[in-house]
């Protein structure tokens, strides 16, 4: 596990680039946005970025990782903070499945943890038993298939849907790019879709993105060996010969090229991900009329005429 570093804290504050401490800087504040309550549990907290925030704000936080380099960072980091900020952050090295906890907590997060557990199921049953009445869970992961190498599942809006157990709701879904969030809430009713139909349309959408990063993938292999090319050319000192200047100049055009070609293999991907956006919020207005319809007087009337006409005709 320490072996794989999460420098979010890092990322945070832009020490992995600007592009890349943005999108980190957009999910951990709709985190801590959406918290409500005082006593928060901030699952595989890592390098405590979002526990230090949300202790800025006087919550009481605890904040836990599996990984021993992770909270060793966190607690260097607490370090820097003021004094009242101190007091209200706790971090701890242990083993979410095995940890006994005292108390019961107004929200837990989440925090692009989920695609790291192979038993989801017994893991998010456990983080439901420990939240208070009207609690929420806040979650965010990355959405659709990321082949970082310790992650062990992909995640699309199915399976959020069949994670609503324990009498946990979906409360909000909200969409970071190529990540999702989502907020459950206890004792709120069921996101209700038809799971069959969204199957078939995410095993489509797995196909296409598959086949997206499958291209993405050769065409950065092909980029980091002219790459590689091209550095040897410059090392060295004049080309021998007017062929070997054009081999240079051909090998520059076709790594522009190629670059050009992952650019818009990115933006295919990412302007497919917009589309299943809008295709979920379509779905679900239209379950909102058809609920709407199906309760209406009118609605009643057409259903129970349909049934006798059907109970008919069987006669």
């Known amino acids: 596990m320490d072996k794989i570093r999460d420098k979010i ?9 600007a592009s890349f401490g943005e999108k980190v800087r957009e999910r951990i504040h709709w985190i801590v946005k959406n918290v409500k309550g005082q006593e928060i549990l901030d699952v595989g907290c890592s390098q405590g970025i979002t526990s230090i925030l949300l202790g800025r704000e006087g919550k009481n936080v605890l904040g836990i990782d599996y990984s021993s380099s992770a909270i060793q960072d966190a607690l260097k980091n607490l370090e820097k903070e003021e004094e009242e900020t101190k007091k209200h952050v706790k971090f701890e090295h242990c083993n979410f499945f095995l940890k006994e906890f005292e ?15 192979s038993d989801i199921n017994t893991f998010f049953e456990k983080t439901t038993n420990l939240i208070k009445d009207e609690g929420l869970i806040i979650v965010t992961t990355p ?25 946990f709701g979906i409360e909000n879904i909200t969409l970071f790019g190529k990540w999702i969030g989502v907020i459950y809430r206890k004792n709120k009713e069921a996101l209700k879709i038809d799971l069959k139909v969204l199957e078939k349309l995410e095993a489509g959408f797995f196909d296409v993105e598959r086949t997206l990063n ?4 050769e065409l950065r292999r092909k980029v980091s060996k002219l790459t590689e090319q091209l550095e040897n050319v410059k090392k060295q000192k004049e080309p021998a010969s007017n062929d070997y200047k ?5 090998e520059k055009k076709e790594k522009i090229k190629i670059q050009e070609e992952l650019y818009n293999a990115y933006s295919k991907q990412e302007e497919l991900i917009n589309n299943y956006k809008k295709l979920m919020d379509e779905k679900e207005k239209i379950q909102k009329l058809y609920d709407n319809l199906r309760n209406s007087k009118l609605g009643k009337f ?5 049934n006798m006409r059907n109970k008919k005709r069987r006669i």
């Open 302 to 306: 057409q259903i129970k005429y349909w």
């Open 9 to 17: 804290y890092d990322a945070y504050h832009n020490e992995l680039g």
């Open 246 to 250: 054009n081999k240079y100049i051909e």
């Open 103 to 117: 108390k019961k907590f107004d929200v837990i997060i989440l925090g692009e943890v989920l695609e790291h557990i």
């Open 214 to 217: 499958n291209e993405v993938a």
């Open 143 to 167: 959405f659709g298939i990321n082949d970082y190498i310790d992650h062990k599942r992909t995640f699309y809006f199915k399976d959020f849907l069949e994670l609503q157990i324990n009498s």
